[in-house]
């Protein structure tokens, strides 16, 4: 039985199974694609393409990291320990931080390609065929012949907007000669823009590398401290924090102090952007050239005065630049660069449903961004318009929308 995004009135989790390695062909491992609801309901948004600018001229993306099925239930109220409660709504759909990527990625224009392992079972078929729906490339993905594929059970609070998931990762784990040498320079052949979640750090830390021998530049998605991360972060050019990772990282004292560190202590990154829900995000981006004046400005009190420039009336995503400048963060150091305060869609309580995913949509708009050369000023508010409609359905994929929604048009323009 395959789960696309299909609302069952029951699931079952799936059964872990004794384990090997086989490599499938994408065309051998799967059945013909079927429509998404997503698709379906974006078809009511459709604009004309003549009415769209140009996609990217370079717009492959490759994608390293996590993939699985969601097992989502909805739910009147978080329950208490030992009560036993039904839910309002259960979708099962596929899901993961990589696979969640690419698929907003695809949906925008992109032609995203995805490494990653699962396993030759039901919920891996059905994992292969949604990536595939959607056209993310699954060609150098590993197929277990037995183990079980990833999943993930999650219990969306319709109360208080919050989610709470339970992963259990693959059998057998990815390892670094599941990925041929021939397979990783083919991956790589054409890729404008490289991502990871670090969810697959050995593999991940192979990608990397040869991306960087190729020059092509490396998106970390820095969502906590995991294992292998911190040599990940080295070879990065752009890093997608969530909001506890950068004090966490650095021990800093604020975020802005903890973004100043991390530029200084990852020479490599061009701009880092900590996404902190509804309050918005900010962005530290690197200045290539030396700031106009020898004046060292706060970055904490540059981030007061950027954040009283916001409007609570305005309703659309917004962004609010500093000029460039010598930003000093007390006790840890300076660095040249613009400070960027990006604000969120204010979505009516009704209209919010889930925001499982919004971090990937977001990310996804993010690699979008850099493909079309977007400056900050333009990536950010895009960023979470695309953010806040993956927010209005049930699961990480259902309402990421795709790149002729006209709620996206006044962005891209």
Same mark, same amino acid.
């Given at each position: 039985m395959l789960f696309s995004h299909s609302t069952l009135p029951n699931a079952t989790s799936p059964h872990p199974l004794a384990c090997s390695r086989l490599r499938f062909s994408a065309s051998s491992r799967l059945l013909s694609a079927t429509?998404?609801? %997503?698709?379906?309901?974006?078809?009511?948004?459709?604009?004309?393409?003549?009415? $769209?600018?140009?996609l990217p001229e370079s717009r492959i993306v490759l994608g390293c990291g996590g993939i699985s099925v969601d097992f989502l239930a909805a739910v009147a109220a978080y329950p208490k320990p030992d009560d036993k409660?039904?839910?309002?709504?259960?979708?099962?759909?596929?899901?993961?931080?990589?696979?969640?990527?690419? +698929?907003?990625?695809?949906?925008?224009?992109?032609?995203?390609?995805? !490494?990653?392992k699962i396993a030759d079972d039901s919920q891996g078929r059905s994992i292969?065929?949604?990536?595939?729906?959607?056209?993310?490339? +699954?060609?150098?993905?590993?197929?277990?012949?037995?183990?079980?594929?990833?999943?993930?059970? !999650?219990?969306? =609070?319709s109360q208080t907007k919050t989610r709470t998931?339970?992963?259990?990762?693959?059998?057998?784990? +990815?390892?670094?000669? =599941?990925?041929?040498?021939?397979?990783?320079?083919?991956?790589?052949?054409?890729?404008?823009?490289?991502? %990871?979640?670090?969810?697959?750090?050995?593999?991940?830390?192979?990608?990397?590398?040869?991306?960087?021998?190729?020059? !092509?530049? !490396? $998106?970390?998605?820095?969502?906590?401290?995991?294992?292998?991360?911190?040599?990940?972060?080295? $070879?990065?050019?752009?890093?997608?924090?969530?909001?506890?990772?950068?004090?966490?990282?650095?021990?800093?004292?604020s975020i802005p102090s903890a973004l100043v560190s991390m530029l200084l202590r990852l020479p490599n990154i061009k701009f880092v952007i900590v996404t902190l829900g509804e309050d918005g995000c900010i962005m530290l981006e690197r200045s290539t050239i030396e700031a106009p004046t020898t004046e060292e400005t706060d970055v904490n009190s540059l981030l007061e005065s950027l954040n009283q420039r916001k409007d609570d009336t305005i309703s659309i995503p917004k962004c609010f630049s500093s000029s460039f400048t010598k930003l000093r963060a007390n006790g840890i150091g300076t660095i040249n660069g613009r400070l960027f305060v990006g604000t969120v869609e204010k979505i009516p309580p009704p209209e919010l449903v889930d925001t499982t995913g919004a971090g990937d949509a977001f990310i996804g708009a993010v690699l979008y961004a850099i493909c079309a050369d977007m400056p900050p000023e333009k990536m950010l508010p895009f960023a979470a318009q695309v953010a806040a409609a993956s927010c209005r359905a049930l699961g990480a994929r259902t309402g990421i929308p795709h790149r002729s929604d006209p709620r996206l048009a006044p962005f891209l323009d």
């Open positions: 429509a998404t609801s %997503s698709n379906v309901s974006a078809a009511r948004f459709k604009m004309s393409s003549d009415s $769209l600018p140009p409660i039904r839910s309002t709504s259960l979708k099962v759909q596929g899901g993961g931080n990589a696979g969640n990527a690419m +698929t907003c990625a695809a949906r925008l224009g992109l032609n995203p390609r995805i !490494i990653s292969l065929e949604e990536l595939e729906a959607d056209g993310v490339n +699954t060609s150098f993905l590993v197929v277990s012949k037995d183990g079980n594929s990833p999943f993930t059970y !999650i219990i969306v =609070d998931c339970i992963h259990t990762p693959g059998y057998p784990p +990815t390892v670094v000669h =599941d990925l041929s040498q021939s397979s990783l320079l083919s991956a790589l052949d054409g890729v404008r823009i490289v991502y %990871s979640d670090g969810r697959l750090p050995e593999v991940a830390l192979v990608v990397a590398q040869e991306a960087c021998h190729k020059n !092509i530049p !490396i $998106l970390v998605d820095a969502e906590r401290k995991r294992e292998g991360l911190d040599d990940l972060l080295k $070879l990065a050019s752009y890093v997608v924090c969530s909001a506890n990772f950068p004090q966490q990282w650095t021990e800093a004292p």
